[in-house]
């Protein structure tokens, strides 16, 4: 449960930043967040493995 928090804690932050309060559109900003930060992470990873 605590690794849950940590892994959505930017998502939920955007979130609240943005002012969402819906529990639908919350949960589509954090899928957003989430695939973003993946794709971020998933190419630092192939440019690292690749240099």
Excluded: Q, Y
């Excluded at 932050?13 to 989430?34: F, K, S, T, W, Y």
């Amino acid at each position: 449960m605590k690794l849950l928090k940590i892994l959505m804690s930017p998502a939920n932050g955007v979130c609240d930043r943005l002012g969402i309060a819906n529990e639908h559109e919350r949960g589509m900003m954090r899928m957003l967040v989430n695939m973003c930060l993946c794709t971020v992470i998933a190419g630092f990873l192939t440019w690292a493995a690749f240099s």
